[in-house]
């Protein structure tokens, strides 16, 4: 047998490797001229009924110390330190002081009503600027709020037949929404356990108008699924000893692949673009206003559900995907960033990011950001990616033409 030689490197030598090695550093954050950040919520204790009440488990449900819907102390903490990455972002693009009191009219926060984006907005304030009193904007508790959630305001134009309509288009039917997910939802079936399966509720795929006709019901196995892989991942995010995220059988790798069937969801209530549209024309209007209107802030935060943010991305053509994250099942506190920016010729232009916390970063409520640029198809300029504003105004007034009448 021949000994492997050792390779031993001058200290020049060694310095004379750095240059091929810089190259793995971060691109350097652009200069932005205005943002705005469409984000959910924070980690958050499971929602009355998330997990259907006839779905069976092998084992009791760990228990959350926080209140059913309610972001959770620890999702508290990981707002926080996502907050602290985003002031470091946005003083190194230029919109505001690295440290200090931002000016109110440069940031404005502003959330859905519902008390879990509340207390998110409030969290993610506390990191943003400690000691500083920033305003965190919303409608009262309870009240409907048309940027987050449009089709609780009853818009006239929607027509449930025509959005049934789509989402057949769309997912090419309820049973072949199911059938793509077929391995996920066995996945399941091995992480809850359960003796003498099956462990979820079994009834007919189906979607349909709402009795009342303002909405959609939506039935079957992913919808009954949906809520239970949810509620398996937030186990992991919230830190749970992993022992007792899915009775130690809901690995990473298997919470990742678990978020393929959350994120089914969505191709039914989010994607298809007959709810695209819906579901974003007012918050697509609170854009167009950001980006064009005179008193706008420099940085506008909206706090809204996974819902607002896998709709914009539907709206705008791009996938998201965090970290340890199925591909369009939206993380907590993950959101879509438009960047108002400069081009080399002078003239206005758009940038597209997923910003999001990675699992991990999540689960250890880290203080770090993953900045995932979005390339919008047929508008995609230079290495930088970007899109002429005039085009990507346009090209969000067609995507949410059907509901405007």
Same mark, same amino acid.
């Given at each position: 047998? *021949? ?47 998330e ?19 309610q972001?959770?102390?620890?999702g508290?903490?990981a ?9 470091r /972002? ?44 920033l ?37 090419g039917g309820?049973e072949?929404l ?21 462990c ?10 709402s ?10 196995? *992913?919808?009954?699924?949906s ?13 749970l ?45 609170r ?15 909206? *706090? ?30 993950g ?17 597209? /990011? ?16 993953? /900045? ?21 105004l ?5 995507a ?6």
């Open positions: 047998m *021949i000994a492997s030689p050792v390779v031993r490197l001058s200290a020049a030598a060694a310095l004379a490797l750095l240059p091929a090695i810089a190259h793995a550093a971060p691109p350097k954050t652009p200069h932005v001229e205005r943002l705005v950040l469409l984000m959910r919520h924070g980690v958050r204790a499971p929602l009355g009924g997990v259907p009440p006839t779905t069976r488990t092998g084992q009791p449900w760990p228990r959350w110390d926080a209140p059913a819907e972001v959770t102390p620890h508290a903490a707002l926080q330190a996502l907050a602290k990455a985003d002031r /972002w946005f003083a190194a693009a230029g919109l505001l002081p690295a440290n200090g009191c931002p000016d109110p009219a440069a940031l404005r926060l502003w959330t859905n009503s519902s008390p879990r984006t509340i207390a998110s907005g409030e969290s993610y304030a506390a990191g943003f600027a400690p000691g500083c009193t305003t965190v904007g919303h409608k009262p508790v309870g009240e409907n709020d048309p940027i987050f959630e449009p089709l609780g305001a009853h818009p006239a134009p929607f027509d449930a037949r025509r959005a049934v309509e789509s989402i057949d288009r769309f997912t309820a072949a199911t059938r793509r997910h077929a391995a996920g939802l066995a996945l399941l079936e091995q992480v809850l356990a359960c003796p003498n399966g099956p979820s509720p079994v009834e007919p795929s189906a979607v349909q108008p009795a009342d006709g303002h909405g959609i019901d939506f039935r079957g196995p *992913i919808r009954a699924a809520g239970t892989a949810q509620v398996l991942m937030l186990q992991y995010l919230e830190g000893p992993l022992a007792q995220v899915g009775w130690g059988r809901a690995t990473p790798a298997r919470l990742e692949a678990l978020g393929a069937v959350h994120g089914a969801l969505f191709d039914v209530f989010s994607r298809p673009p007959y709810m695209a549209a819906f579901q974003m024309a007012p918050t697509v209007d854009i167009t206003q950001d980006l064009t209107g005179a008193d706008a802030p420099k940085i506008d935060v909206l *706090i809204g559900h996974d819902t607002n943010v896998a709709a914009l991305a539907a709206v705008l053509g791009v996938p998201v995907k965090a970290p340890g994250f199925a591909t369009n099942d939206p993380s907590p506190g959101g879509i960033a438009i960047a108002l920016v400069r081009a080399p010729n002078g003239r206005q232009a758009v940038r597209l /990011w997923y910003r999001s916390q990675s699992a991990t970063d999540m689960r250890a409520a880290r203080d770090s950001a993953v /900045w995932t640029p979005l390339r919008l198809k047929g508008c995609d300029e230079g290495p930088e990616h970007r899109c002429a504003l005039p085009q990507f346009k090209r969000m007034e067609l949410t033409a059907p509901a405007r009448g």
